[in-house]
């Protein structure tokens, strides 16, 4: 059977990126196209299999009639090399036509590389000269779940840049943390890696959004608040003095008991185009005495008709007469929809200096969850 002659063309449908055609003529032998094969169960997407026809005939040009068994193999060179994959079928000639496809791994080796298709027949030697697989339109656009690699050993990598002397027009990496293989943007390297980075040497706009355009992500957001911009509730006029070296706020008593000071909070309801919740509020502070305290943390939202909605009210009596920093969670992260303001309530045990409690670094965070 080593004198068989054969002519193919087919089309190639992977589950990687590419689908590709190729069109292979082995030995002398010649015969008419056949149309591509059909895949038995029609899906909505590409199936990851590669339909082949041809046609075998033998030595004098006859066509061959038989059931054969026939072994396709990739390579990656067009002669020698180890095989890539194979799929071995039970091939049904008839007339010297045959139709069959090939499954297994063969889907997984395509990768975007130059590759070569073989055939063998029986037990008869590999056909020669491979066949280079080219690309067709299949290979311009991407089947849903693909995975864009610019390197072997990558899970996902979509690196599509514009080289010029402008600079890349959009480069992005997800890569491994740690080891070898850090995210490189430019002439820097980074542990972290990078999902998105967008640069231009030239500069101008690297990047923007435009009519319903928004950016969303999971990461929380950190807006700091300066405790200078306290002032006393309306109750609270009068019994209180304010004091501050610019790090922190000191509120003296003038009267004992309860007193109440406010912090505006200048917080955006959207940030592009992506509406903004709260999601905790962070204090850090100081008492000088434990008996005179933070009593209360609240922190509420005003609405369009004067009044106020609470997101967060904390009872914790904050007694710390060193520096300490606590956090207070929004279980259920509230939107923004209006002004927002930090209420605390201090409970003083007497009045004068020995009193005084300082308020120093505040951080509200803020969700898109």
């Known amino acids: 059977m080593n004198q068989r002659s054969m002519m193919l063309a087919g089309t190639l449908a992977v589950l990687m990126l590419l689908a590709l055609t190729f069109g292979l003529t082995l030995a002398q032998g010649s015969g008419p196209g056949v149309e591509p094969a059909q895949p038995e169960s029609p899906d909505d997407t590409v199936g990851n299999y590669i339909p082949v026809q041809g046609r075998l005939t033998d030595a004098s040009g006859n066509p061959i009639n038989a059931t054969l068994t026939i072994t396709f193999r990739l390579y990656a060179v067009p002669g020698g090399g180890t095989e890539l994959c194979r799929d071995v079928n039970s091939v049904v000639v008839s007339n010297g036509l045959f139709n069959s496809e090939i499954y297994g791994n063969c889907a997984g080796q395509m990768t975007g590389q130059q590759l070569y298709l073989a055939l063998q027949v029986g037990s008869d030697p590999e056909m020669t000269p491979r066949q280079p697989i080219y690309a067709v339109p299949y290979a311009w656009s991407l089947k ?19 080289w010029s002397t402008n600079g890349r027009g959009l480069r992005a990496y997800a890569m491994a943390e740690t080891g070898t293989n850090y995210g490189i943007v430019g002439a820097s390297r980074s542990p972290d890696g990078y999902g998105g980075y967008f640069y231009n040497s030239a500069g101008g706009v690297a990047l923007a959004l435009t009519g319903s355009g928004k950016f969303e992500s999971t990461a929380d957001i950190t807006i700091a608040v300066s ?52 999601k905790s509020v962070r204090i850090c502070y100081r008492v000088d005495l434990a008996a005179s305290f933070i009593a209360t943390t609240i922190l509420s939202q005003g609405t369009d008709t004067g009044t106020l909605n609470q997101a967060i009210n904390d009872t914790t009596d904050r007694t710390s007469t060193a520096w300490e920093c606590y956090t207070v969670t929004d279980v259920t992260p509230d939107l923004i929809q209006g002004s927002v303001y930090l209420q605390l309530s201090l409970s003083f045990a007497g009045t004068g200096a020995a009193h005084d409690i300082r308020i120093g670094s505040i951080a509200l965070r803020l969700t898109e969850q």
């Not at 995975?147 to 990598?157: F, K, P």
């Not at 008991?257 to 919740?277: M, R």
């Open 144 to 162: 849903p779940g693909a995975v864009i690699s610019g390197s072997t050993g990558s899970d996902a990598i979509i690196h599509l840049e514009t």
């Open 227 to 278: 405790p200078l911009k306290m002032i006393p509730q309306w109750e609270s006029i009068g019994d209180l003095e304010f004091l501050s070296d610019g790090a922190y706020m000191e509120i003296r008593p003038l009267t004992s008991g309860t007193q109440i000071v406010q912090i505006p909070v200048d917080v955006p309801s959207a940030l592009f185009g992506t509406a903004t919740k709260l």
